[in-house]
Nanobody, 129 residues
């Protein structure tokens, strides 16, 4: 059974930073891309970032490009999301997800939740202005 557990969420003031972690159990993640998504109250889930299986490629949403950094440590079966210069618009529940492939064929595929088969329970990030 594959399980993903996020941690690191919390409350922070605008301009602050948080680092989210996602520990995966039940399967090595080396062969799979790992992504982060988020969902704000009343909004649809949106893509945040994805990193390929061997960390050779990354894709970010326009809204977080330059502020967030996705990384992974395959030896620890863990993915990370470093979030800097947070704003109130970043307030959401953040989910990590395991992709069905190690490397995407297109940016659209990387951003689509349809290509991720396991998801964590989410961790709340609240940014106050």
């Amino acid at each position: 059974q594959v399980q993903l557990v996020e941690s690191g969420g919390g409350s922070v003031q605008a301009g602050g930073s948080l680092r989210l972690s996602c520990v995966v159990s039940g399967r090595p993640i080396t062969s799979y891309a790992m992504g982060w998504f988020r969902q704000a109250p009343g909004m649809e889930r949106e893509f945040v970032a994805v990193v390929s299986g061997l960390s050779s490629s990354r894709v970010y949403s326009d809204s977080v490009q330059g502020r967030f950094t996705i990384s992974r440590d395959n030896a620890k079966n863990t993915a990370y999301l470093q979030m800097n210069n947070l704003t109130a618009d970043d307030t959401a529940v953040y989910y990590c997800a395991k992709a069905i492939w190690g490397m995407w064929d297109s940016g659209a595929a990387a951003r689509s939740g349809n290509y991720y088969d396991y998801w964590g329970q989410g961790t709340q990030v609240t940014v106050s202005s």
